[in-house]
């Protein structure tokens, strides 16, 4: 157990790396229905992503390809703002291609949103967005999110690809930070 391994920095386990695997073989069946007969890119926003990517697409029983992007969202602390620079595009050319945006997961959906206008204006065939985790702030933006693997409280959360200043990305759980970690 991982909680255990990364000492008691964790205040609480939200989902363990079963659930979690669980959840996205679920939302793999389902988008692997839904994109039969078409060629779906996966696009992943670094570094968050990096494991549900991993992850989602070995559940899938095909072959697939993906792609990255980096960006970066300027902010006052930890709320982003939406104002969006790339910093890595992808290799790809996406136009008449279907893509999936892969994610770890949507707070405000500032980022996403910006995200996906910028994918829809390369003329692919379609957008859509793929998230682990979904938290309640996000109904300030009008954002259409296909896939949702769980809908969380608004909660500071770290694991599975999600971290407190570049650490607990290699988590494979996913939880709430102990107070000590924040002083
Ligand atoms: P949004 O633009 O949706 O507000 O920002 C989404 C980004 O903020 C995520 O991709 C992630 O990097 C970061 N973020 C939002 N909520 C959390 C959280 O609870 N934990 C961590 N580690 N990052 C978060
Ligand atoms: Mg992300
Ligand atoms: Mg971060």
Known sequence: MDAEHMGDDLAEVLFTEEQIQARLAELAEQIWTDYQGKDVLLVGVLK????????????????VEMDWMAISSYGSGTKSSGVVRILKDLDTDI??????????IIDSGLTLSWTRA???????????????????????????VRYVGFDIPNEFVVGYGLDYAERFRNLRSIGTLAPKVYS
């Open 48 to 63: 968050g992503a990096v494991m549900v990517m991993a992850d989602l697409m070995r559940h899938l029983p095909g072959s």
């Open 118 to 144: 910028n994918l829809e204006s390369r003329g692919p065939a379609s957008v859509e967005i793929c998230t682990l985790l979904r938290k309640p702030d996000v109904v300030k933006v009008p954002i259409d």
């Open 95 to 104: 136009s008449g291609r279907h893509v999936l945006i892969v994610e770890d």
